[in-house]
């Protein structure tokens, strides 16, 4: 039986599979069995990850139908797997040699009995010209008990650096497949609830920015969808430890619908966030405000960012005016907690 198994989902990346995969082989700790779920792709993935097979006993190729997200191809990996430990890798990632090693021993020196899953921190790159654009790093106070923080963001960058003891998922369950774009932030959340987190503040994997990211592939209707959903799922841990933020979200999302042409939704939700907070004003203004259509809506938004820039760059608002249009355009951008 493996220590480790590492779950590789994939569609349509046979050019950078390559190189992922080599990444896991490269590593220095080798007690792993590396599983790549093929979620119905239709370029070359069989192709190469069979070499792959040919030459190394340790790796599994499955093929599934197409699921329309990472979700499914995850839970078919965690099914298949027999280690006792679960990492993940992004098949556009890959993992510097060091990162299994790592992570393994911290897992096993670790005297914390609650400890359910650690991470590391990455080099975010630019997969044109291997150029380093920004090295990601965890706050040191992001360990032990990070149950309202994760709730409030999704600060782990990916699921390419998280290792998990898989005994937990027999109680917390696997990952979510009615989402798409925010399944590993749920999981996350439904794992901090219960256990510890931690982290190895040093990069240890390559994290690519390029144009075929599932982040910039997935629309932003099912974005936003998907973040309704969440808070939904975990409405009332919202509502008992992040009260402010999950009105604040409703908010959020009830502009990012109007935004989006949906402006019956929209008011949907602005009635919801002005019934958990009678007190939020703003919501009262943008709910009006959404009756005059979403071009018209879209043309405020873009007038009071351009108000802001403006006021930004030659501070020409007095105080009392500034305070007050403030209150009345508080910045509307989708919410920073479901970007990734």
């Known amino acids: 039986m493996p220590e480790v198994s590492i779950i590789i989902p994939t569609y349509n990346r046979a050019n950078f599979l390559i190189q992922s995969i080599q990444s896991v082989l490269n590593q220095t700790f080798t007690d792993f069995e590396l599983i790549v779920v093929d979620d119905g792709s239709i ?8 070499k792959f097979v ?34 993940f890798l992004d098949s556009d990632d890959q993992w510097l040699p060091e990162k299994l090693e790592e992570q393994v021993s911290f897992l096993k020196k670790s005297k914390d009995e609650k400890l359910g899953f650690i991470g590391c921190g990455a080099l975010a ?11 990601y790093e965890l706050p040191l106070s992001y360990r032990g008990n990070i149950f309202n923080k994760i709730l409030k963001k999704n600060f782990i960058l990916t699921p390419s650096g998280i290792i998990l003891k898989k005994e ?27 256990y510890n987190f931690d982290f190895i503040n040093k990069p240890l994997f390559k ?72 007190l939020d004003y703003k919501s009262y203004f943008y709910f ?45 951008d989708d919410p920073e907690t479901y970007k990734h």
Request: charged share 30%; with cysteine; hydrophobic share 35%.
């Open 288 to 332: 009006l405000l959404s009756f005059f259509g979403s071009k018209f809506y879209n043309f405020c938004i873009r007038i009071k960012r351009q108000i802001f820039r403006i006021q930004a760059k030659k501070g020409n608002l007095n105080e009392f005016s500034d305070n007050l249009f403030r209150m009345i355009f508080e910045p509307e």
């Open 125 to 135: 790159i630019k997969k044109e010209n291997e150029e380093i654009i920004a090295k």
């Open 207 to 278: 994290y690519y920015v390029h144009r075929a990211n599932i982040t910039k592939t997935i629309s932003q209707k099912e974005t936003v969808k998907d973040f309704s959903g969440l808070l939904e799922k975990h409405k009332e841990d919202y509502l008992k430890y992040l009260k402010a933020d999950y009105v604040n979200n409703l908010r959020h999302l009830a502009n990012s619908y109007c935004k989006l042409g949906d402006v019956k939704l929209g008011r949907k939700y602005f009635i919801k966030t002005i019934k958990t907070n009678w």
């Open 43 to 50: 370029d070359d993935t069989k192709k190469i990850v069979w």
């Open 54 to 87: 040919k030459k190394d006993k340790r790796i599994k190729y499955i093929y599934q139908e197409n699921s329309g997200g990472t979700a499914g191809p995850r839970n078919t990996g965690i099914k298949y797997s027999a280690g006792n430990y679960l990492a």
């Open 168 to 194: 937990i998922l027999k109680t917390i369950g696997n990952f979510d497949e009615n989402f798409k774009m925010i399944t590993d932030w749920d999981l996350w959340i439904r794992i901090s609830k219960n």
